[in-house]
């Protein structure tokens, strides 16, 4: 069998062509070059350029293909790559599949600039239509996603080379001159990095900052040429991409000074004499290709509205990843804003604008309810209406370039300023006349009469962001004085109120803990300053920030009385599957129609009454924990035939978390499923009168049981409800372990090592408990939520939660039964805290401690007996995982919930709660599972996933 070259393909591929009215013509000479194809119609000349199994990087496929298009001088070219499998095919067969052959076909032509993957045929049609198009609108054609691969290439190019050289003192010191406070990153870091040392971690910042570097200096480029294009600036040089000229930085730095005055913010980072200490020849081929590409392109005939987020778009994913906390997704920026604006003349804050996502979504909002008026004019209107501000100077940068991009005809240079969005809120001055503004702006300053305060504010934890705070900045944050545990956050939110007009909006991508018991401070702050919920948001399906690990939501709250109840919205599609706009629209309309509910495919959407906000405000998340209409109407159903009765707290439960020193940490023995990192002793066996312990290196050693008290480190694989003859130990004498056990395990500390003993012991007297509570757990893999032992048992609060009840022993075993029933499984989820997904959190005070339970004071004798027997035969059962018990309506189970509504004393349809449960389970667990697919997978699945609910 003959073999397939490129020559063979060539009279199939003119054939399409000529489909199309073009004229083919196959190796001629064209001066001393001989081009695969010639492609003529209209006057138009293409070169088509034919491999197979040809790859190479995106930027050099194009400045490659340009230079042999300009050699035999034509100035359209498309090369179509085929894959090496076409090799394989027998030379027969190719008429009949030569149509449907998948190729890679790079344009680069007047009326197109694009790399698509398609069929031959449809390849070529997209080609040729495109070109009939063009010659009635004479506009070319630039695909958006192009030209953002074209850029990241280059992005990582040029940061490869400064990766090599960022180490040194020099050239760090001056990168973080320019980038500015690179502090916050560091923490991120450290955040997303777990347990990684300090070294590695300041590793990671550097590799970062030679990124930012990179990243900043390419869309200083991509916007010099974009408007060089559109105004009278000269244009970029001309160059050869394999033999830029030496002096090719100069001539940029030169270029960018005739605008930089006008454009302050977007090329006052000047990063050139850093470039010119690393690999000058280097650095001037990557910028040249790049030069080379965008001359190619054309992106400034990009569609106005993607403009301002190609910038953003250009960050490589790796960096994006790294810098994930800043990024609002565009879809639920566009969501927020267009809820949070129904006026085109309002004034804009962000206080933490990042990449100005949220910024650019306003603009864009504004300019869609903005009266008829001349473009130009209308841009500067909106730009004099919007303000950011941000602590780093990158995303100062990202920012300005995003909204100075809006229109480039006009450069009006936005109100970004650098600094910390607090202090500027609650410091600046509230009179200002619009040229006060101005000299403020230059301070430093903003002014405090805002329409709406959008923002998607940091959400890293308090104590660890305040402590890069300089000293005036952390007095402003204790004089705010909020509670709980809240995190930065919260005083974005707070300092909002002290620049928002009455009625005004603030409108946030909120954390988790804007609801749970860590923002109740928060939450009554607003309350008093007469804040009232217009729209929560929440997606059954991701996070609404990129790089999301936790829950997130939108949440929109106006200042000022609103006499329509809160509106709560679960997405039910992924944002880029929805119409935003009409999601929007349809959003609205409910709010202000009779109904307190409707559903759709996309949503479903339901009026919380404002009165739950008050009940539940040191707990808001029964407002927003359900993903699903009879998962709230269930709750609520609940609550009216139970909220009469005790909760834990109010019967006297007390409930203490234990969080054990590392030291003693180590005193714990396990023989369930603990993978801690600290842990080094396992139970080899569990005797009457003594115990034997064994290492990680195997070595055994045995204690008597007053060398030890009864401990549990973690639910993990403890399937039975009684603890009896199956609990774990702590050692609290260190004479029981012996001198070669104690080298092996690093115990060699004695004084360390007495102190721990002493407080494992101590902890053990004061808090030990009957019964155990589960605490942070994996709700699609936990067999219980409550354990009871006639022994006190010490649990660990990393996943554990001791219980104190003055109460005899056959009350505690009715009450652990409860506990482990559906009926209080629906209470915990209204209250929990998301971790990830199905990977939740019950703490204490606000959760374990507002549940409902039975009144066992006013219970008759019978039915504790009845309860405590059906306790005995269960918790000797080896049970499934409680999810599966859920799933499947499993007869324990059921047994657990019938015995359980005798002592509420109540009636309840149990199959219509285990369907709900499973239902809120199954999303809870997706939540987690999608966001570690491939993203074609993950497009897959939502567009397959569709919630079915019963009409409420």
Not at 78 to 105: G, M, S, T, W
Not at 322 to 339: D, H, Q
Not at 496 to 519: T, Y
Not at 520 to 527: D, F, I, K, N, Q
């Amino acid at each position: 069998m003959s073999k397939i070259t490129e020559r063979t393909l060539y009279p199939y591929i003119c054939k399409i062509f000529e489909n199309y009215n073009w004229k083919c013509e196959t190796e001629i000479s064209v001066g001393r070059e001989f081009p695969d194809l010639i492609l003529k119609k209209d006057g138009t000349t293409v070169l088509a350029e034919v491999k197979i199994d040809s790859e190479r990087k995106l930027i050099d496929a194009i400045t490659d293909a340009h230079e042999k298009a300009k050699k035999i001088n034509v100035d359209n070219v498309v090369a179509i790559l085929f894959p090496r499998e076409v090799r394989q095919i027998h030379p027969d067969e190719l008429e009949r599949v030569y149509r449907n052959l998948r190729v890679k076909c790079l344009i680069l032509t007047n009326w197109l600039s694009d790399d698509v993957e398609l069929t031959l045929e449809e390849a070529i049609e997209v080609f040729s239509k495109r070109y009939e198009e063009w010659l009635i609108e004479k506009i070319p054609k630039v695909d958006y996603d192009f030209v953002v691969n074209v850029v990241r290439e280059s992005i990582r190019d040029l940061a490869s080379i400064l990766r090599r050289h960022i180490t040194k003192k020099p050239i760090y010191d001056s990168a973080l001159a320019i980038i500015g406070r690179f502090d916050l990153f560091k923490l991120f870091v450290e955040e997303l990095g777990g347990e990684r040392v300090e070294k590695e971690i300041e590793e990671e910042s550097k590799l970062l900052i030679a990124d930012i570097a990179s990243y900043i200096f390419a869309n200083q480029i991509l916007f010099y040429h974009i408007i060089s294009e559109k105004l009278d600036y000269p244009k970029l040089p001309e160059v050869d991409p394999f033999k830029p000229p030496e002096d090719l930085l100069n001539i940029l730095e030169k270029l960018f000074e005739n605008v930089s005055e006008k454009y302050s913010k977007i090329f006052g980072l000047n990063l050139i004499p850093i470039l010119y200490k690393t690999e000058k020849d280097r650095v001037n081929l990557c910028i040249a290709k790049l030069i080379e590409a965008l001359k190619i392109l054309k992106p400034q005939h990009i569609e106005e509205d993607l403009l301002g987020r190609l910038y953003s778009e250009t960050i490589p994913p790796e960096t994006r990843k790294n810098l994930g906390a800043f990024y609002t997704k565009p879809e639920a920026a566009k969501l927020l804003a267009n809820l949070a604006i129904d006026k085109w003349d309002v004034k804009v804050l962000d206080p933490a604008c990042g990449s100005g996502t949220l910024l650019v979504e306003s603009y864009l909002r504004k300019k869609k309810l903005a009266p008829k008026m001349d473009k130009h004019e209308l841009h500067k209107k909106l730009l004099e209406q919007i303000y950011g501000v941000d602590i780093m100077h990158f995303a100062f940068h990202m920012a300005s370039i995003n909204l100075a991009s809006q229109d480039l005809e006009v450069p009006v240079e936005p109100n970004i300023i650098v600094g910390d969005g607090i202090s500027k809120m609650v410091k600046s001055n509230p009179q200002l006349t619009l040229e006060e503004w101005f000299e403020e702006v230059g301070k430093g300053r903003i002014p405090k009469d805002f329409d709406l305060v959008i923002m998607n504010p940091p959400f890293t934890r308090r104590e660890r962001f305040v402590n890069l705070l300089r000293d005036e900045e952390k007095e402003l944050i204790k004089k705010m004085n909020i509670g709980g545990k809240a995190g930065y956050w919260a005083y974005f939110v707070v300092a909002s109120d002290k620049v928002l007009k009455d009625n005004g909006r603030i409108a946030l991508v909120a954390p988790e803990g804007f609801f749970d018991q860590s923002g109740w401070s928060v939450r009554e702050y607003l309350l008093k300053r007469g804040y009232c919920l217009e729209y929560v948001i929440k997606s059954s399906l991701e996070f609404f920030s990129e790089q999301a690990a936790f829950r997130d939501y939108l949440v929109v709250l106006r200042k000022g009385e609103n006499r329509k109840d809160p509106v709560i919205v679960v997405l039910k599609k992924k944002l880029k599957d929805l119409n935003l706009d009409n999601i929007v629209e349809k959003i609205k309309n409910f709010k202000e129609s009779i109904l307190d509910k409707t559903e759709n495919n996309e949503f479903l959407a339901l009026k919380q009454p404002k009165k739950l906000v008050l009940k539940y405000i040191r707990n808001l998340k029964p407002f927003v924990a359900f993903n699903t209409i009879d998962g709230f109407r269930l709750f609520l159903e609940l609550m009216k035939k139970i909220g009469h009765l005790p909760t834990l707290k109010t019967f006297g439960g007390i409930i203490v978390e234990y969080n054990p020193k590392s030291y003693a940490r180590k005193l714990f023995a396990t023989r369930y499923e603990s993978r801690a990192s600290n842990l080094i002793f396992w139970i080899d066996s569990f005797e009457k009168d003594k115990i034997t312990l064994k290492t990680r290196k195997g070595k055994i050693f045995s204690l008597r049981k007053d060398q030890v008290v009864y401990s549990l480190r973690t639910y993990a694989g403890v399937r039975y409800i009684n603890l009896a003859d199956k609990e774990e130990v702590a050692i609290i004498d260190p004479n029981a372990i012996p001198e070669e056990i104690k080298k092996d395990t690093g115990l060699v500390n004695k004084d360390e090592l007495k102190k721990a003993c002493e407080a494992v012991k101590r902890t053990y007297e004061n808090s030990a408990g009957n019964i155990l509570l589960a605490r942070k757990v994996r709700l699609n893999k936990i067999y219980h939520l409550a354990y009871y032992n006639d022994n006190k048992v010490l649990g660990i609060a990393s996943a554990i939660l001791n219980l104190h009840l003055d109460a005899s022993n056959n009350i505690k075993k009715a009450l652990t039964l409860y506990l482990n029933s559906s009926f209080s499984l629906i209470q915990l989820l209204a209250l929990l805290s998301e971790v990830e997904g199905a990977w939740v959190t019950f703490t204490d005070e606000p959760v374990w401690s507002l549940v409902h339970i039975p009144d066992f004071n006013k219970l008759d004798d019978l039915i504790i007996k009845e309860v405590v027997k059906t306790f005995e035969e269960i918790s000797k059962l080896d049970l499934k995982p409680l999810y599966q018990r859920i799933r499947e309506k499993d007869d324990v189970q059921r047994k657990i919930d019938e015995i359980s509504m005798k002592m509420l004393g109540i009636d309840f349809d149990l199959d219509k709660l285990y369907n709900v449960l499973a239902k809120e389970l199954e999303i809870l667990s997706s939540v987690r599972t999608s966001r570690g697919k491939s993203r074609r997978s993950r497009r897959n699945e939502s567009e397959s996933h569709q919630i079915t609910l019963d009409e409420f």
